[in-house]
Every structure is written in C-alpha cells, then in structure tokens.
Antibody, heavy 120, light 110 residues
Framework: QVLLQESGPGLVKPSETLSLTCTVS?????????WGWIRQPPGKGLEWIGS???????YYNSSLKSRVTISVDTSKKQFSLRLSSLTAADTAVYYC?????????????WGQGTLVTVSS | QSVLTQPPSASGTPGQRVTISCSGS????????VNWHHQLPGTAPKLLLS???QRPSGVPDRFSASKSGTSASLAISGLQSEDEADYYC???????????FGGGTKLTVL
C-alpha cells in the first residue's frame, strides 16, 4: 500500500499562486515511478496537470504548462505543485498520484485529495 | 470536452451485467494501456482495473475490462448496490505526452 497525502491552503485569492505538496509514505519516491497531479472541479471530471520523475524530468498538460511547475524533494519524500495566475476556474479537488509510465501505463495510487477554492 | 468518450450514465438492476464504453484514438487507447478507476461520492478515485485485467487486491472478478482497436469497455457482472459510483477510463496519450481521461460514467443501481 502506497500512502499519498496532499497538503496546502484550502483558499487562495485570484491572481495568486497555489502551492501544494504531496508526501509519499510507505514507498520510496526514488523508485521507477512517476508522481503526478490531477484535479477535479466540483461536479466535473478528472484533468491531468502534470507528472515528475525523481530525477526531475517532468511532463505538463499543454493547456496549463505556462502556469505550472512540478518539483520533487527526494530527501523529504515529497513532490510539489505550483500553479500561478489563479482564476475561479482553478477551483477543484487536487489529487496527487503514483504513475507507471513505460511499457505499460497505470495510475495505481491516489491521495485523498484536497479542495482548493479560488475566491477573494 | 474529454479526450476519451464515455456515456455520462449507465444503470442496471441487482444481479444484471452492465458495460461502460470508452472511445479514444490511435495515440491513446490504440497504443497504450487503459485503466479503469471508480469514485464513490465524496472520495478519491481508486484504480479498479489496469492493463490486461490486472486487479488491485480486493477488487472482485465481477469486474472485467476489454479493449479492441481504439475502444475499451468495462463490464460489471452480478451488479450490486455498492457498485454505484462514477467510473473513469484513463490512458497515456503519446501525442499529448500525458494522461487523458474519459468524462466519467455515473452508474446507478436501480
């Protein structure tokens, strides 16, 4: 069992930058998996934001790429999301997840999610 | 607009077999693994089935998946009330270089 726990502010103002952290427990963040962020606006479907490998190699959703940075801190067993220039459309539950991207591809573990509301 | 296409809803009575479809393209389902995730109200998604019907521990074999070309399906046999949930398909997209999801199917057990 891999435990993923998101942390960060629940309320952020428009135009500001969101910072979230995911802490990985019971598994090594330096193993051969990608670590990703996925969000879900209230009442809507899932949207992939981006993923990172422990080496720092990252992939981003092209629709968000100009506003997103994902980083990893292996010493703390954490990876982080920064999303800038927030608008109300960024209000969502943000999930971190573990991903297999190779010969096969699977999102096999999800965090419990954290609701982020963008409002003044 | 989701890259993968799922019906918004599905329903069945207890004991029935229901299927949920997921349509994509050559850059995602046509080349890569399809995952199925389920999400109970107010909770995080969980992996239900991965490539070649690999089931995480605890997922009953009433759930099965198949794929043909650029389409995939999830089948649930012996439908139970606790199967009421939202179901999402997901796949890696080689053109977009990222994960794509279906819009989700809300399953109702009548």
């Amino acid at each position: 069992q891999v435990l993923l726990q998101e942390s960060g502010p629940g309320l952020v103002k428009p135009s500001e930058t969101l910072s979230l952290t995911c802490t990985v427990s019971t598994y090594s963040i330096t193993s051969d998996y990608y670590w990703g962020w996925i969000r879900q606006p209230p009442g809507k479907g899932l949207e992939w934001i981006g993923s990172i490998f422990h080496s720092g190699s990252a992939y981003y959703n092209s629709s968000l790429k100009s506003r997103v940075t994902i980083s990893v801190d292996t010493s703390k067993k954490q990876f982080s999301l920064r999303l800038s220039s927030l608008t109300a459309a960024d209000t969502a539950v943000y999930y971190c997840a573990r991903e297999i991207v190779g010969a096969t591809q699977t999102i096999d573990y999800w965090g419990q999610g954290t609701l982020v509301t963008v409002s003044s | 607009q989701s890259v993968l296409t799922q019906p918004p809803s599905a329903s069945g009575t207890p004991g029935q077999r229901v299927t949920i479809s997921c349509s994509g393209s050559n850059s995602n389902i046509g080349r890569n693994s399809v995952n199925w995730h389920h999400q109970l109200p107010g909770t995080a998604p969980k992996l239900l089935l991965s490539d070649d019907n690999q089931r995480p521990s605890g997922v009953p074999d009433r759930f099965s998946a198949s794929k043909s070309g650029t389409s995939a399906s999830l089948a649930i046999s012996g439908l139970q009330s606790e199967d009421e949930a939202d179901y999402y398909c997901a796949a890696w997209d080689d053109s977009l270089n990222g994960w794509v999801f279906g819009g989700g199917t809300k399953l109702t057990v009548l």
